[in-house]
């Protein structure tokens, strides 16, 4: 019965454990290294936001003007 459990560990159970072993913590690598590239690659909410801000203000102007345009055309024509 000894002989079987030892034969069992060192056949099997080693094996499995030390490639168990070996996968996490190359999973662990990974996860450490995905977790720096998306530091270094994405931008921050903060950013985001102020960049829509922007965008808004920019396009909200666009519109005004595209009003005041449309306004003095409708006087033209109505001129005429």
Known sequence: MNENIFWWLSAI?????????????????????????????????????QVETRLTSHLLRIEAKLDVTALKTESLKAKQ
């Open 13 to 49: 159970e080693i094996p499995v454990l030390s490639g168990l072993f070996w996968m996490i913590w190359k999973v662990k690598s990974e996860l450490s290294d995905y977790k720096i590239e998306v530091a270094n690659f994405y931008a921050r909410s903060s950013d985001v936001m």
